[in-house]
């Protein structure tokens, strides 16, 4: 089920219905009502892949209570590795098999050794894989860590890992924050259920006006490579920049107002990554809950800053290689894992002071869109002949013909309208003012602004979040 | 949920559904106003200039971009219209001639690309591009429900219909894209240098890949719209003819045949001229695999001309 479809709104409001005014009294039956809506709402794209879910959280279950009560270190650590091996177990035959048995068979070609057959397989990848299974397997590693209690209650475990707003594309949510909110009886504030959907429209506007306006022109360009020049790609590439951050950014933001409907608090997951004036800032800024996932699971137990300089900036480097692997099984996120690892070494190496100022955010903007090349473009060849164009045929900029030009239009209002907001927040550290006016008329005129520009702006079909292929 | 709580939300919710109901109106109105006005620009102007012209044409083309380039309906008549609109198909073209006059003889071309009609995949959503008259059309309100595109959203709001056509309306509002008194809805391309070069790389490395079908069975829904449209002109005497607008190079004809044999079978006039230029194809003729120059399509509309003017 998309956010951005009808069939979720009906799905929302008959949950919250029953949530708000049929189990409000039973904590044990708001969870399973939230249960029973995430495995619909998982259900709606492959019911055949909730049993992986369901899976998960039984053998989570299980490890998190075999962790906290073995007093011995060696068979807790035993046990860690159970949940360790299961869940990456699974994300790696999902996601990673094919990708692994054809690089290797590529890498054995290349060297004149032709394989008489391969066994790759025609696996179907489960939507939001890569985020519960992170999510599950930070209660584990929290438990044997010492810093969390597993829970007994399964019904609020089993909320915990398939909580619906978050289940496909985040924010993963540590178990320390989320898995308490299930233990207590929510409750429900005017405050924060006019906030929550304050949250979901600017998502929305995020989503289908920024993103979707802006994927118009982006997939023109990256998907026909052979027919445009240097300009061109730049004008997509910064249009890409704003595409992926109004797409996940948008879905973050309506998870997080969704889960407020609900009573629930998620992490933020985005701060203005744009305005950030160095590349380590942006990573504190961009996709927050899975940065600082590797920062406590992968680069603090590799030994983080805490060790020489030269293995700093290796457990640095090899984190973003980690992570680029972690967004797709293909080796433009490799790359760009490995280039944004790049960025960071080589600024603690050159950059001896924080930076600040103007010339370093748009110094910053450009690292990271060269990065995005990568990201967006088709396959590793596409990547760098946009680069070979980029730096030695500006050529003509491509503007497109009808319905293109409208689309690029809209994208480019929309995304003036979104930094004025954003650097009205960065710089005079004040919100959107309409929309959080004291006057209650005003506000509503703020939020009919919004949905009338979603609804001759935006883009309505079913178009689907880029991150949900992650 | 307490009741102070349960009173202020549902406040909340009612008063930003009512706001923007009632607001929606407001603006609906106003957009129609305006967009009646606009009689320029392939979004709405295109559309309003068929409406208020339709009765008098003789000739009328229909199709998507290949019909809009390709089709000089003035060579066949005076009183020709181009109505091919980029991104449509047999829905769009469906429910357009059904708004045609009854019991006027007019002449009906309807450019296919014949692939189109096997996919499966085809709902017949092209027709939503003419949701802007959803609420003001019952023609246009019954095809659009036919094909149970519900669009919830626009049966309340009834103003998304203008989605995406807002900034176009304004712009043409007050600065008309061409003075449509002499547009005949042909939209020629007269290709420049680069283009020319970037089809002349694009020959050079790319391999003609054969591009066939699994399966030729034909979608449901455009053998309706086929139908639909046979029963409206042969019952308001116009004349229907299919057409298949020249290919660069169409490497696989088995669609070409397929449908040539179903149209017969359907007692439709069907004319494939995908083929047209393959004695004597010269780069000047076209600017992509697709689409001809100007100086293709004014070819293809003599060819055009030969077959309708000469026997009526």
């Not at chain 1, 989570?60 to 860690?80: A, C, M, P, Q, S």
């Given at each position: 089920m998309f956010f951005n479809s009808i069939d979720f709104f009906i799905f929302l409001l008959i949950v919250f219905l029953l949530y708000w005014l049929v189990v409000y009294k039973n904590l044990k039956f708001q969870n399973v009502l939230i249960v029973i809506a995430?495995?619909?709402?998982?259900?709606?794209?492959?019911?055949?892949?909730?049993?992986?879910?369901?899976?998960?959280?039984?053998?989570?279950?299980?490890?998190?209570?075999?962790?906290?009560?073995?007093?011995?270190?060696?068979?807790?650590?035993?046990?860690?590795?159970?949940?360790?091996?299961?869940?990456?177990?699974?994300?790696?035959?999902?996601?990673?098999?094919?990708?692994?048995?054809?690089?290797?068979?590529?890498?054995?070609?290349?060297?004149?050794?032709?394989?008489?057959?391969?066994?790759?397989?025609?696996?179907?990848?489960?939507?939001?894989?890569?985020?519960?299974?992170?999510?599950?397997?930070?209660?584990?590693?929290d438990i044997y860590?010492?810093?969390?209690?597993?829970?007994?209650?399964?019904?609020?475990?089993?909320?915990?890992?398939?909580?619906?707003?978050?289940?496909?594309?985040?924010?993963?949510?540590?178990?320390?924050?989320l898995v308490p909110q299930f233990l207590h009886k929510r409750t429900?504030?005017?405050?924060?259920?006019?906030?929550?959907?304050?949250?979901?429209?600017?998502?929305?506007?995020?989503?289908?006006?920024?993103?979707?306006?802006?994927?118009?022109?982006?997939?023109?360009?990256?998907?026909?490579?052979d027919n445009h020049d240097g300009l061109t790609f730049i004008a997509a590439t910064i249009l890409f920049a704003f595409q992926i951050y109004g797409?996940?950014?948008?879905?973050?933001?309506?998870?997080?107002?969704?889960?407020?409907?609900?009573?629930?608090?998620?992490?933020?997951?985005?701060?203005?990554?744009?305005?950030?004036?160095?590349?380590?800032?942006?990573?504190?800024?961009?996709?927050?809950?899975?940065?600082?996932?590797?920062?406590?699971?992968?680069?603090?137990?590799?030994?983080?800053?805490?060790?020489?300089?030269?293995?700093?900036?290796?457990?640095?480097?090899?984190?973003?290689?980690?992570?680029?692997?972690?967004?797709?099984?293909?080796?433009?996120?490799v790359v760009w894992g490995a280039l944004n690892g790049l960025y960071l070494t080589l600024e603690i190496l050159v950059f001896k002071k924080k930076r600040k100022g103007l010339i370093n955010v748009l110094f910053t903007f450009v690292l990271i869109n060269f990065s995005w090349i990568f990201f967006r473009a088709n396959s590793i060849e596409n990547a760098f002949y946009i680069i070979k164009k980029v730096f030695t045929s500006p050529g003509h900029l491509y503007i497109g013909s009808g319905d293109d030009i409208t689309a690029s239009l809209y994208a480019t209002l929309a995304i003036a309208i979104l930094l004025v907001v954003e650097m009205k927040k960065e710089y005079f550290n004040t919100i959107f003012s309409i929309s959080n006016n004291k006057s209650e008329l005003i506000r509503l005129i703020g939020y009919a602004v919004l949905i009338y520009m979603i609804l001759y702006f935006g883009v309505f079909g079913k178009s689907q979040f880029i991150y949900f292929q992650f | 949920m307490d009741k102070t709580n349960l009173k202020t939300t549902l406040k909340l919710i009612v008063c930003i559904l009512l706001a923007t109901f009632i607001l929606d109106k407001v603006i609906y109105f106003t957009f129609n106003f305006l967009s009646d006005k606009v009689l320029s620009g392939q979004a709405i102007g295109k559309l309003n200039h068929y409406i208020i012209t339709k009765d008098t044409i003789d000739v009328v083309a229909f199709g998507n971009s290949r019909t809009n380039r390709h089709i000089n309906t003035?060579?066949?008549?005076?009183?020709?219209?181009?109505?091919?609109?980029?991104?449509?198909?047999?829905?769009?073209?469906?429910?357009?001639?059904?708004?045609?006059?009854?019991?006027?003889?007019?002449?009906?071309?309807?450019?296919?690309?014949?692939?189109?009609?096997?996919?499966?995949?085809?709902?017949?959503?092209?027709?939503?591009?003419?949701?802007?008259r959803y609420h003001r059309d019952k023609i246009i309100k019954r095809e659009i429900d036919n094909v149970n595109l519900d669009d919830y959203i626009q049966k309340f709001y009834w103003s998304k219909g203008y989605n995406g056509k807002v900034l176009g309306i304004l712009k043409n509002v007050f600065i008309p894209k061409y003075d449509y008194r002499t547009y005949?809805?042909?939209?020629?391309?007269?290709?420049?240098?680069?283009?020319?070069q970037i089809f002349q790389n694009y020959l050079k490395y790319s391999d003609p890949e054969v591009d066939c079908l699994d399966s030729y069975t034909m979608n449901s829904l455009y053998r309706y719209y086929l139908k639909e449209m046979k029963v409206f002109c042969e019952e308001n005497k116009k004349k229907l003819i299919l057409i298949t607008a020249p290919l660069y190079r169409d490497s696989c004809k088995?669609?070409?045949?397929?449908?040539?044999?179903?149209?017969?079978?359907?007692?439709?006039?069907?004319?494939?001229?995908?083929?047209?230029?393959?004695?004597?194809?010269?780069?000047?003729?076209?600017?992509?695999?697709?689409?001809?120059?100007?100086?293709?399509?004014?070819?293809?509309?003599?060819?055009?001309?030969?077959?309708?003017?000469?026997?009526?």
């Open positions: 995430s495995y619909i709402f998982y259900g709606w794209w492959d019911w055949r892949f909730l049993s992986l879910i369901a899976l998960s959280t039984i053998v989570d279950y299980i490890v998190g209570f075999r962790v906290y009560e073995t007093r011995n270190l060696l068979f807790k650590k035993r046990w860690l590795w159970v949940s360790i091996v299961f869940n990456l177990g699974l994300l790696g035959f999902f996601k990673y098999y094919n990708f692994f048995i054809e690089s290797w068979v590529d890498l054995f070609s290349s060297v004149g050794y032709e394989f008489q057959s391969t066994r790759t397989l025609q696996v179907i990848l489960p939507v939001g894989i890569s985020f519960y299974t992170f999510q599950t397997l930070s209660y584990s590693i860590r010492g810093k969390l209690k597993p829970t007994r209650d399964f019904i609020a475990f089993a909320a915990f890992v398939s909580f619906f707003p978050q289940l496909v594309a985040g924010p993963i949510e540590r178990a320390t924050n429900f504030t005017y405050k924060t259920f006019s906030y929550g959907i304050k949250l979901m429209i600017w998502g929305f506007f995020l989503k289908l006006v920024v993103a979707d306006r802006a994927a118009i022109y982006v997939n023109a360009v990256y998907n026909n490579v797409d996940f950014a948008g879905y973050s933001l309506i998870a997080i107002g969704v889960s407020k409907l609900f009573g629930f608090e998620l992490m933020t997951n985005f701060k203005r990554p744009y305005f950030s004036a160095s590349v380590s800032e942006f990573w504190t800024r961009w996709h927050i809950s899975l940065s600082t996932w590797f920062r406590d699971y992968l680069y603090i137990p590799l030994g983080g800053n805490r060790v020489g300089k030269f293995r700093w900036l290796f457990n640095l480097f090899i984190t973003f290689l980690i992570s680029g692997l972690w967004h797709g099984s293909n080796w433009t996120f | 003035q060579k066949i008549s005076s009183s020709g219209f181009n109505m091919g609109v980029d991104g449509t198909s047999i829905a769009y073209s469906a429910t357009l001639i059904k708004m045609l006059p009854k019991n006027k003889e007019q002449i009906i071309i309807v450019n296919v690309d014949t692939k189109n009609a096997f996919k499966d995949s085809y709902s017949g959503d092209d027709v939503n591009r003419l949701n802007v005949y809805g042909y939209d020629p391309i007269y290709v420049n240098d680069t283009q020319k088995e669609d070409n045949s397929k449908f040539t044999k179903i149209l017969k079978e359907i007692d439709i006039e069907y004319y494939d001229y995908s083929d047209l230029f393959i004695e004597n194809n010269l780069m000047k003729y076209w600017k992509d695999e697709i689409h001809l120059s100007n100086e293709g399509a004014e070819v293809f509309s003599d060819t055009l001309q030969e077959l309708l003017v000469t026997p009526l």
